[in-house]
């Protein structure tokens, strides 16, 4: 069985082994490099279309916008993407509203579009510091395609962008330049084939990356098996389709193919059993969600199953030989990545620095036992609703380690109403870096209600953005950067030796937890876990996992004594309610515990929505301070 997460759906019954160094936090990380020193870095805004305050047709008037090239609805939320290969502009997906009625010219400046805004201060012919590409692309010109967002990419070749399940594509014409006309704009629906014969309507994907060979992509899709969701990430090359034959849309499009499923069921599993004995093997591929790729695209990155208990981390697997690498060790959750063109830095978003999941994660060096349950509840908590939590944060390649957690790119405000650090303000997926390596462009979305106001404690702030506007477009500058030049990224193999190539209608594999049972799990370095696994009352599947920690140590740095006790029983596809009985301890670098109240901790929650609903409480106290989780609903 696998979890959702919101964005984020993990593998379940899945985590990593830690080899033993002593003295050093971050285990997992080896032979690694001194971390860098903070950097100088401005943050600055990007420039959007002007704001309507609602969506009446008509209500963009020539007051609003005197260009008559649209506007951005005031309670409405952008989606920005990477640079243009002249690193001069930045993509990005929003939703025009207020446009008047046809045969008004301004009418085309309607729904999900994609535009492009100048990151140099400049403007394009109009006077406008962005340009609409898709506005007014007759029907007949997209069949098939769908809504232009999330996570527009644009191709290096300057002309075509990925944005949802679709490629924009200009032709011959830079999109940037004069010549990429309305008339040359073509939408092209892109289809993952899942019938033998090719017929039908395709496969679901979602998440599509495209690879920095700019010739393959990642993706992922939902499985809905056994009552619960679950994801499975896929690489595949993409082909275009001038002219297709069977399956629908019946259009050019690009197709899917060579598509290998991430996952293997024979490949070493991450936790495993043998006799009454649990495994753990911090190098089994893991792929929970698929993030994207590295720089010069060796690796595929992925939001991956918990090395320590309720703390979720971004891995990179080697495409070829399946090397996994640790990217993120830090306790609060994080999913979006982005890796430098040179593999040298990465940008995340991470919930760090907000201390929203210490309740759940600061204790350190506690193995993943009862994770095989609560991985898609602990992944929902990140959020309150719209509320994401999310700051941008620079690390080197290495990633956390030791005492080093990266730099907070947006730190350097006063924190006051409408900062570049204003707490009100939070970023989405995904912030990207410029090929160039010197700037990272993101965009943050204010908190609204029911996130704030009402009987959240949180008061609703007034943006101070033009129009008002809960969304903002951000270009952070890494001042004292030289560029980076690099020779384009050589096109990967199609194979992954490590997955399984996907065959059309095949049966969806299964992962499986250990069969219920007692086992022992022996510290890398001292002590034991007594871990019982429990069947629901149907026999199904694994409800409760009950654990006793016998100074108990991965690491040689924290020894956990105590004991835990979590059940999980979905209440539907995607609603999952957890009964939680903690008693831990460590001693060692940190002294910690992680304690319920009498009754119990009971959470119950929607990794699609993420509304924090629970009764009694969950508390981590280390060296002193105390975590506790958020208010209900906030
Ligand atoms: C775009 O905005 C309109 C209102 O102008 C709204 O009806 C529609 O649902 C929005 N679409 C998306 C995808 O948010
Ligand atoms: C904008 O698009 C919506 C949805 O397609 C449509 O109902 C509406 O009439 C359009 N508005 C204009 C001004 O074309
Ligand atoms: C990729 O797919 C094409 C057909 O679509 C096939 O000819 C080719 O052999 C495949 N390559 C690999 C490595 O499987
Ligand atoms: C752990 O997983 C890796 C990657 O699949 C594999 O190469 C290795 O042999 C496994 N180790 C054990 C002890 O099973
Ligand atoms: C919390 O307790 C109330 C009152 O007993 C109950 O209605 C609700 O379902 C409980 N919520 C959770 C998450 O246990």
Known sequence: MHYLTGSALILGSVFFAIQP?????????????????????????????PVTPNSQPGSCTPNINPHRTGCLLQSSQIQSGNFLPDDNHVLVSMNFSGAPAAPDPASIYNGTQLIIVKTDGDAFPNGDPWKCLTCGVPAKIKVGSTELTPYPQAFLDGTRVLVGNNIVDCGSAQLASPSCTLDKIHIYPIRWNDKLDGSGPGGPIRELRLHPDNVHLGFNSFTFA???????????????????QSGEPRTPRYELVNVTRLFRASNPAPVSATGNRLFLNESALAVG???????????????????????????????STGKVRRLTSHPEYVDPIDVSPD?????????????????????????PMVDMLVAAVVSSTRNNGARRFFLPWLLDRDGDRGDYYGQQINAGGDGSAGSINDPNWNAGADPKWSHDGTRIAYYENMVVSPACGGRNPLPCPDSTEPGGRVTR???????????????????????????????????????????????????????????????????????????????YSDDGVNFIEGS??????????TINRVNWYSNLMSTGKEVATKKTSPGG??????????????????TTTIDGKVWTQPANRT
């Not at 870095?41 to 420039?47: H, N």
């Not at 695209?297 to 703390?311: A, D, K, L, R």
């Open 21 to 49: 160094v002593y003295g050093s936090q971050d285990s997992t990380q080896k032979s690694l490099t001194p971390p860098p020193s903070p950097e100088p870095i401005v943050v600055t805004q990007l420039p959007l279309p």
């Open 343 to 367: 593999d040298r830095w990465q940008v995340i978003l991470d919930t760090r620095g907000t201390g929203r999941q210490m309740f759940l994660s600061g204790m350190r060096g506690i193995p």
């Open 473 to 551: 477009l951000m270009l952070a500058t890494l001042t004292s950067r030289e560029p980076v030049r690099l020779e384009p990224v050589a096109v990967v193999s199609d194979e992954v030796p490590w997955g399984e190539p996907y065959v059309p209608e095949s049966a969806i594999p299964e992962l499986s937890l250990p069969a219920p049972g007692n086992y022992i799990l022996k510290g890398k370095v001292s002590g034991v876990a007594h871990v019982t696994m429990i069947e629901d009352m149907a026999r199904s599947a694994i409800e409760t996992i009950a654990v006793t920690y016998h100074h």
């Open 226 to 244: 056994n009552g619960q969701l679950g994801q499975f990430a896929y690489f595949s090359r993409l082909q275009f389709n001038p002219s297709p």
């Open 289 to 319: 969600e698929l993030r994207g790729f590295t720089g010069r695209g060796n690796e595929v990155t992925y939001v991956g199953n918990p090395v320590e208990s309720c703390n979720m981390d971004v891995f990179a697997a080697d495409l």
């Open 601 to 618: 901790f009971h959470l119950e929650i929607d990794t699609l929505t993420n509304i924090f609903d629970a009764n009694g409480t969950l």
């Open 564 to 573: 835990e006790r979590v059940s999980n029983t979905p209440v539907s596809l």
